[in-house]
C-alpha cells in the first residue's frame, strides 16, 4: 500500500485538463489520463485476468473542500466516500477515491449502495449514459516519487460523481 493515501486524497491543486497541463505529466501517464474510456478496462485488458478492487473505504463523510467546490455543493453535505486500490497481479496500481451523492445511493435501483469489489467504472460505463465533464489531472510530489493523477465529474441520473484516479509509480515501473 502506498504509504499515504490521504495525502494524495486531500491534494487540491488540481488543474483543467489541457494540452500544456497534460504534457507536465509522466509521458507513460499522459494517455491513461486522457484517456475517455473506462480506466477499469484497460486495466482488466492489461491484468490479464489478475485486475482486483481492494476497498479501504466505503461509508457516509464529508468529502474535502476542494472536492466539495468541484462539484458545486455546500461544504456540510455528506456523500458516499468510496476509495479503493485497484490491483494487477496482487500490486497496487490506482488508488481511486469516488465522491457520490446521497440520493444516487439511496435510490437503491442503480446498484451504488452496494457496490463491493465491483468496479465503479463497470456500472458507469455499462450504463452508457453518462457525461464526462471538465477532467482534471495533477501530478503530486512525494519523497522520491511523483504521482500523476485524474479527476472526472460524471454526469449521472441527475447528479454528478466525482471520480479521483492516481496511478500509482507501481503502473509504469
Same mark, same amino acid.
Given at each position: 500500500?502506498?504509504?499515504?493515501?490521504?495525502?494524495?486524497?486531500?491534494?487540491?491543486?488540481?488543474?483543467?485538463?489541457?494540452?500544456?497541463?497534460?504534457?507536465?505529466?509522466?509521458?507513460?501517464?499522459?494517455?491513461?489520463?486522457?484517456?475517455? /474510456?473506462?480506466?477499469?478496462?484497460?486495466?482488466?485488458? $492489461? =491484468?490479464?485476468?489478475? #485486475? +482486483?478492487?481492494?476497498?479501504? &473505504?466505503?461509508?457516509?463523510?464529508?468529502?474535502?473542500?476542494?472536492?466539495?467546490?468541484?462539484?458545486?455543493?455546500?461544504?456540510?453535505?455528506?456523500?458516499?466516500?468510496?476509495?479503493?486500490?485497484?490491483?494487477?497481479?496482487?500490486?497496487?496500481?490506482?488508488?481511486?477515491?469516488?465522491?457520490?451523492?446521497?440520493?444516487?445511493?439511496?435510490?437503491?435501483?442503480? /446498484?451504488?449502495?452496494?457496490?463491493?469489489?465491483?468496479? $465503479? =467504472?463497470?456500472?458507469? #460505463? +455499462?450504463?452508457?449514459?453518462? &457525461?464526462?465533464?471538465?477532467?482534471?489531472?495533477?501530478?503530486?510530489?512525494?519523497?522520491?516519487?511523483?504521482?500523476?493523477?485524474?479527476?472526472?465529474?460524471?454526469?449521472?441520473?441527475?447528479?454528478?460523481?466525482?471520480?479521483?484516479?492516481?496511478?500509482?509509480?507501481?503502473?509504469?515501473?
Amino acid at each position: 500500500m502506498f504509504p499515504n493515501y490521504r495525502s494524495l486524497a486531500s491534494h487540491h491543486n488540481w488543474w483543467a485538463d489541457t494540452p500544456n497541463a497534460v504534457a507536465r505529466l509522466d509521458p507513460v501517464i499522459q494517455a491513461w489520463a486522457t484517456d475517455k /474510456g473506462s480506466l477499469t478496462s484497460a486495466l482488466v485488458s $492489461l =491484468g490479464d485476468g489478475t #485486475f +482486483r478492487v481492494t476497498v479501504l &473505504r466505503h461509508g457516509i463523510a464529508l468529502p474535502y473542500f476542494h472536492e466539495q467546490r468541484k462539484l458545486k455543493r455546500p461544504l456540510q453535505r455528506a456523500a458516499m466516500v468510496r476509495e479503493v486500490e485497484l490491483t494487477i497481479h496482487d500490486t497496487a496500481v490506482v488508488f481511486a477515491r469516488s465522491i457520490v451523492p446521497l440520493n444516487l445511493v439511496s435510490n437503491g435501483k442503480n /446498484g451504488l449502495a452496494n457496490l463491493g469489489r465491483t468496479p $465503479l =467504472g463497470h456500472l458507469l #460505463f +455499462r450504463d452508457g449514459r453518462i &457525461r464526462v465533464s471538465k477532467r482534471e489531472v495533477t501530478m503530486i510530489s512525494k519523497g522520491e516519487s511523483v504521482i500523476d493523477a485524474r479527476r472526472t465529474p460524471y454526469d449521472y441520473q441527475g447528479s454528478t460523481i466525482l471520480v479521483a484516479e492516481f496511478f500509482l509509480p507501481s503502473l509504469y515501473s
